[in-house]
Structure formats: C-alpha cells, structure tokens
C-alpha cells in the first residue's frame, strides 16, 4: 500500500501543480455558463435582426396577415405556381409558400392537404411547425365564423390544464416533482461522467505510454511491482478528477446560493426598496418570485442523494473504465497503436450516451432496468434514472454490481499491465494479449 499511495502522491501532485489545472478547474464553472449566455443572447438577437423573405402564393385568399413567425418577412404575390417558384429564385428569397384553394364549405372537412412550402435550403423544424400552426389556426377560425357559431362562447369553453406530479412514499407521504428538472439533472450528470471517462482515460494511457516510451519505468519497477504502479496511476488521476469535480461543487453552490439571495433580497435590501418609487418595488416582488420558484425546484429533487450517487458512479466508471485505459497504454508503443484497442472499450460507453435518450424518456423501462445494472453502462445510465425515482434494490445491486465489475477489471489490467510494461517493440495484438494472461513473471 505505501508504494500505490507514493505513486498517487507523485501523479496527483503532479497535475493539481499545473496552472492548466488551476485555471481549467476555476475558470470553467464561470466560463462555461458565460459562453452559454453569450451564445443564446447573439443567437437570439440574429434571429430577431434577420429575417428572410418569403413569397406567399395564396389561391384561397384566406390567408392575408395570417402569419406570425418573425424570422421571415412574407411578401404576398399573385399567378401561377411555376411563375411562383421562377419570382423567388430571381429575388433571391428564401423560399415561397404555395397555399392551394380549399373548400370550406362541408364543416366536417377537417384534414387538408396541398399546402408547399419550397426552398433553396431546409428550413428549421421550429419554423416549419410554426407555418403549420398558422394555417390550422386560420383555416380553424375561418371554420367557426362559416358555422355560425359564437367565437366569444366558443374561446370561453377553452381551458388550460397545469398538471403537477408528486411521488408517494411507502408510508404515503407525497412529495412534488418536476420532470423537466428532473431530465436536465440526469442528462446532465450521466453526460459529465461520460466526459471525464474520456478526459481522464485518455489522460491514464498518456501517462502510462509517456513513462514507457522514455524508458523511465524499468527504474521504477525495480522498486514497485507494475500492478502497484497502475494502481498508484489509476487512483492518483482519479484524486485529480475528484478534486475538481469538489471544487466545481462549492463553487456552483456558492455561486448559485449568492444568485438566489440577490434574487431574494435581503432585509437592507428590502430596507432599500422601500424607499423606492412603486415600479421598483414591484421589479424586487418579481425577483423575490423568482428565486421562491426556483428553491421550490430544487426542493422537488433529493440533491444530497443524487451528489452522494453521483460520487460514487463517477469514481466506479473511472475505475473500471481507467484500468482498461492503462492496460491498453502498456500494451502498445505509441498513441497510434493504441487506436486499434479503444474500440471495444469506448463502445459501451457510446452505447450509454446514446440509449440515455430513451431512458430519460422511459426512465423504469426495461432498457433502463437492464442498462443500469450492467457495470459497464450504469454508471451512466443509473445516474440518468435516479433523479426520477429508483427502487432501493435496484441502486443497492446496481452499485455491486459496479463494483464487483471494476474489481474484475483492475485485475485483468494488471495481467496486462505486468507483461506490457515492459515489453517494446512487439507488435501487440489481441491473440499476444490473451496470452500474457496465463504467463507466469
């Protein structure tokens, strides 16, 4: 043990030195979300500056001023469809928009067709969601004032539903939730453990090929068995994951704890508003509003147990996954020989980023079940159903599961990892790599 812990000193100490390290790790939870902010806001104000223009052939004539998507300007023209198409391509517009005449005449007529939209490029599905609302919502209004029918009663027998969801406990207490937080939490958290498997896999075979390459580990292992020095890497690259991830805990919670106190207003600041003119005081209720709506979320989800799993699932996959990554690291000369071996172990992980998608959409789904019990893709899958709900049994075997699964590997990896090490310039294949498994050193 004193030599895996001498080892994880020298390769943690190592990284949390580097200023790369400092300021990745300080920058990004201030960066990341001013790049978000900065993107939305400049996307927002280019889709509102910017509009292209669109031809509008209406035969009908129904559809004057029916339109309300403002990244277009419409331009109402008139003649054939063909004279149409030949108008937009010589203006240069973006598309035309052919609406055929209809028959409104049988009220029970309620699905129509022959509505085109031609352009040079795809338009977004958001835009072409918006057309097809415009026309149903004319057509429909033009249908109601044929029938005779009053809009005024028929707006008033129009409702609006808010259904709210709450979990029951075993002794039937009800707690709300939120299913929309709820996605972004576990798409979130399963998202970042497949990030850093990459980033800190990547960074294990580095280390391990660098040490190899230069010839610095036949002095090494004349003092630390090879299995000691990979577990030392494995577990000191892990201490440097965990330590960011620490510090981008505490300063996200500051950061958002002084957000919602800004929001919320303390008492100088209630002492202040007072004084203030109506209008502001209103501004500080929104606000007060505001960060009530978002502690209210936040209270929905269990954030200690979703942090407390979270932890552990980030720390099994990085285990796991790390082993194999240094094994392949020994195995091979060069970064280049090592591309042929990535593809089996990266190909759970793909598989993981991709059925989450599904599994938010059905998160006790036997997809889900299964996936989150298999090591090799709970990590990720697990953490993306545990903010809507797990059953105790299923967490409790998923995480054996884990950690029966990293047990398995780290010792498979040390096979490898004993004879690699030291081997150069023997070209490594799968068969070579079975058979260091049985020799004896």
Do not use: H
């Not at 292209?52 to 029916?66: H, I, P, R």
Request: hydrophobic share 50%; aromatic share 12%.
């Amino acid at each position: 043990m004193k030599q895996i812990f001498l080892v994880l000193k020298r390769e943690y100490m190592t990284r949390v030195k580097k200023k790369s390290f400092l300021l990745a790790t300080i920058l990004t939870p201030l960066v990341m979300p001013a790049i978000i902010f900065a993107i939305v806001y400049f996307a927002t104000q280019e889709k509102e500056s910017r509009s292209d223009k669109v031809l509008v052939l209406d035969e009908s004539g129904y559809f004057n001023d029916a339109f309300d998507v403002t990244s277009f300007e419409f331009e109402y023209i008139t003649g054939d469809l063909e004279s149409a198409k030949k108008d937009m391509l010589e203006q240069g517009a973006f598309g035309l928009l052919y609406l055929p005449n209809v028959d409104l005449g049988d009220g029970s007529v309620i699905d129509f067709s022959g509505f085109e939209l031609y352009s040079k490029t795809n338009p977004s599905v958001q835009a072409m969601e918006r057309l097809e609302g415009d026309i149903r919502n004319k057509l429909e209004d033009i249908k109601l004032d044929k029938s005779g029918l009053d809009p005024t009663v028929i707006n008033n027998l129009r409702v609006r539903v808010d259904l709210d969801s709450f979990n029951i406990s075993e002794s039937g207490e009800a707690q709300k939730s939120n299913a929309k937080l709820s996605f972004a939490i576990g798409y979130g958290t399963g998202f970042l453990i497949y990030m850093f498997i990459f980033i800190y896999g990547a960074q294990i075979m580095q280390s391990v090929l660098d040490e190899k390459t230069s010839r610095i580990v036949e002095v090494i292992v004349s003092s630390v068995r090879p299995f000691q020095l990979m577990m030392g890497k494995v577990l000191g690259v892990g201490a440097v994951g965990f330590t960011q991830l620490l510090i981008w805990f505490v300063l996200i919670g500051g950061l958002g704890t002084v957000g919602l106190s800004i929001l919320s207003g303390d008492s100088a600041v209630m002492e202040a508003a007072s004084q203030q003119v109506p209008q502001e005081a209103m501004e500080l209720t929104s606000q007060q509003e505001m960060a009530a709506d978002i502690q209210a979320m936040i209270a929905t989800v269990p954030v200690v147990k979703i942090l407390l799993c979270f932890l552990f699932f980030f720390m099994g996959a990085y285990l796991l996954y790390g082993a194999l990554y240094a094994a392949i690291g020994s195995a091979v000369d060069s970064i280049q020989d090592a591309q042929q071996f990535m593809f089996p172990i990266i190909i759970p992980i793909i598989a993981s980023i991709m059925a989450m998608f599904f599994v938010l959409d059905d998160p006790n789904g036997g997809l889900a079940v299964t996936l989150s019990l298999i090591p090799f893709t709970s990590p990720i899958i697990m953490m993306a159903r545990i903010p809507f709900g797990v059953p105790d049994w299923q967490l409790a075997l998923s995480m054996v599961l884990l950690i029966g699964g990293f047990i398995g590997t780290l010792w498979m990896a040390g096979r490898v990892y004993r004879i690699g090490i030291l081997m150069y310039g023997v070209k490594v294949n799968w068969k070579t790599i079975g058979k260091w498994f049985t020799m004896k050193v």
